[in-house]
């Protein structure tokens, strides 16, 4: 559900195109103009978008609020910030072939930025605090991603194998499903899918709730049939550019989820975490070659006379 502060646009560029077509229109209105559906009224909305005053209240309850007067403080507590941060709501994410690599890695900087900063600005703070709890009191984590998702799935795993959580990635389905099945009441499963629509990572985390697990999913579609098997959902947000589609630049909003999930945990079991990351460092210390960046001779002091 989104709440009264930021990520609604992202969210309505994301979850628009899928709406029934009459929400879509009024979606497509408000990231037509963000500023003039901030002070249009309910008639207003509904006469831009061709819809009724009555879908228009469908519309905002279907985004989690009580009605539009909410919506509308939401979209201008929105476009409030990002005038404030002076983001571009129409920035473009075009590259043509022949661009320079600076303009190139620009037009990439702003899109990934932006699509952390809109996911930072919905994420629910109880909600990660609330799965930290229970990865931190676990007694399995089991983890599960394909494509890239999967790139951050196992990113996620490594870290928390590092602070001495029990947990597993999951790459192969069959492998994901046996193992979803042997989970229970203390549990946690979590899903990763840029879309929420992969039919094996549903079918494995529906299978560790069928067993009493806490099954967590990190999607961009808040509606999707993945979010709709799972207890805790988190919503990333996406601004694609030419060359990466839109699975492929979920993967640092997705990162950005996990990452504060991950240091919750270490917050919540402070003492094992730093005594298992002096651990790990030591044991691969012998490994690394001298840092040889202050080992210029100091000068030599002058003897006293």
Do not use: C
Request: zero cysteines; hydrophobic letters at 40%; aromatic letters at 4%.
């Amino acid at each position: 559900m989104t709440g009264e502060s930021g990520g609604l646009l992202g969210r309505l560029r994301i979850e628009g195109p899928t709406m029934p077509e009459a929400l879509a229109k009024i979606a497509e209105t408000i990231l037509g103009d963000p500023e003039e559906a901030a002070h249009a009224s309910i008639v207003d909305l509904a006469e831009r978008s061709g819809t009724s005053t009555a879908t228009v209240t469908r519309f905002s309850r279907t985004l989690g609020f009580k009605g539009y007067a909410n919506l509308r403080v939401a979209i201008a507590t929105e476009t409030g910030r990002a005038e404030q941060a002076r983001w571009e709501t129409d920035i473009s994410g075009d590259i043509a072939p022949g661009d320079p690599l600076a303009d190139v890695l620009g037009v990439i900087t702003a899109a990934d930025t932006r699509a952390i900063h809109t996911t930072a600005a919905s994420l629910d703070v109880a909600a990660v605090e609330r799965v930290a709890e229970a990865i931190a009191g676990a007694g399995r984590v089991e983890i599960f991603g394909f494509g890239s998702s999967g790139t951050a799935g196992r990113e996620m795993a490594f870290r928390l194998e590092r602070i001495r959580v029990p947990v597993w990635y999951r790459s192969d389905s069959h492998t994901a499903l046996t193992n979803a099945a042997l989970l229970g009441p203390g549990d946690v499963a979590i899903g990763l899918s840029h879309s929420g629509r992969t039919r094996e990572v549903i079918e494995t985390l529906a299978e560790a709730a069928d067993h009493g697990a806490t099954t967590v999913a990190v999607t961009s579609f808040g509606r999707s049939p993945l979010a709709e098997v799972a207890d805790v959902v988190f919503t990333t947000s996406v601004h694609e550019t030419t060359f990466r589609v839109a699975a492929l630049s979920a993967l640092h909003s997705q990162l950005l989820v996990l990452d504060l999930i991950y240091v919750a945990v270490a917050q919540r079991t402070y003492e094992r975490t730093a005594e298992a990351l002096e651990l790990t460092v030591r044991a691969v210390d012998a490994h690394r070659l001298p840092d040889t960046t202050n080992t210029r001779k100091r000068p030599r002091r002058e003897k006293p006379l």
